[in-house]
């Protein structure tokens, strides 16, 4: 990234989302060394339980105000848990009383990091905004792309893809360009505090926490039976909600089955009607696996939908490696419009995938270009 500033100019003011975290510690040093006005903000987007044990707030808080005042940048806290009840819990707890399995990362960047706070930080002065994800943007004659970043086992531009020109034309992202081990490296070098903290996993506010107890004190559970294909009940399963297509652990069936083969047991489909959840022995069964999946709430990053059918590569889950598939209208005549927010296609993969699931993201790219997405039907 080019320096921003020279000797007859005034530096640009730069927004950094300070999580607590090293790749935000490290996005904020490389701007700070870039010459940019520096300021920082960290997001409180959760109220209800932030407990340290569960969601470690106050901890997160204290590292980044550390990170700030080593950096010698302005730093304060802003509470955008409203926010993120209406627009990213809410719809979670929808989806998953509708039996899908949603990813509220993608939701919370799409409302909240490149809205909210994008929204709020541009009122504060800022020029631009910055975060530590592990992405890029590229600007073409007035076109912004999102691309992956650099380092492909970190690369987040599959939780990034709901992001539109606007926020793309007003968000750096200071370690794309750097693989995990450079960034660790770095905030060792300059003695940031967070050099060697333990990346988080998970979602924040479920935290450290046993997910069912979770889930249980906002939905009520409906327990039903696990069942073969052919009909045959092996187990009992505590609500469809806690359990995800494709899982293998935490089923608690065992060998049981007049048939069984002693492979392991496996999620394959969700009986809604009936509140029933299908398992399957083995993981290359064909239940298991599908050729194609129609999405819904697409989103193009360039604003305008592409001319179909398209050849392209596709992830159904993060960390999955590009799949080669093509897009097509579906054959109901549904246009997947010409908005950023278009309707719905068909997506048909050259090889059978395994545990497509409802509710997550199926993911588009052109080598390193993430054209967008959309929700798996």
Not at 184 to 196: G, V
């Amino acid at each position: 990234m080019s320096k921003q500033t020279s000797p007859q100019s005034t530096p640009m003011p730069i927004v950094v989302g300070l999580s607590g975290g090293v790749d935000s510690s490290v996005s904020a040093l490389l701007l700070k060394q870039q010459g940019y006005d520096v300021s920082a903000i960290f997001m409180k987007n959760w109220n209800e339980d932030d407990k340290d044990s569960y969601c470690p707030a106050e901890e997160d808080f204290a590292d980044a105000q550390s990170i700030a005042a080593e950096l010698d940048i302005p730093f304060h806290g802003v509470n955008f848990a409203p926010e993120y009840w209406d627009k990213v819990f809410a719809y979670f707890l929808s989806e998953y009383k509708a039996g899908r399995t949603p990813n509220p990362d993608i939701l919370c960047n799409k409302e909240i990091k490149f809205k909210v706070f994008l929204d709020y930080a541009l009122s504060q002065g800022a020029s631009k905004i910055a975060t530590g994800h592990y992405a890029r943007v590229r600007e073409e004659n007035g076109q912004f792309f999102l691309l992956k970043g650099k380092d492909n086992n970190k690369d987040q531009s599959y939780f990034l893809y709901t992001l539109g020109q606007y926020p793309l034309s007003k968000t750096l992202f200071p370690i794309g360009e750097l693989d995990k081990p450079e960034v660790r490296q770095l905030a060792e070098q300059y003695q940031l505090a967070t050099w060697d903290k333990k990346d988080s996993t998970g979602i924040c506010f479920i935290g450290e926490r046993d997910f069912k107890q979770f889930l249980s004190r906002y939905l009520p559970a409906q327990p039903g039976n696990m069942v073969t294909p052919e009909g045959e009940i092996v187990g009992q399963h505590q609500g469809l909600m806690y359990h995800t297509l494709g899982q293998r652990k935490g089923l608690g069936i065992g060998g049981r089955s007049t048939n069984s083969s002693g492979q392991p047991w496996f999620a394959a489909q969700k009986d809604l009607s009936n509140n029933q959840l299908i398992v399957v022995q083995g993981k290359d069964h064909p239940l298991l696996y599908a050729k194609q999946l129609s999405a819904s709430k697409l989103h193009w990053v360039s604003g305008q939908a592409p001319k179909l059918p398209l050849q392209c590569k596709a992830k159904t889950r993060y960390r999955q490696a590009d799949q080669s598939c093509t897009i097509y209208s579906l054959p109901d005549g549904n246009d997947i419009g010409n908005t950023e927010e278009g309707s719905s296609c068909m997506v048909k993969f050259d090889e059978p995938q395994f545990a497509i699931t409802p509710g997550q993201s199926v993911v588009f790219y052109q080598a390193d270009i993430c054209l967008g997405g959309g929700i798996i039907n």
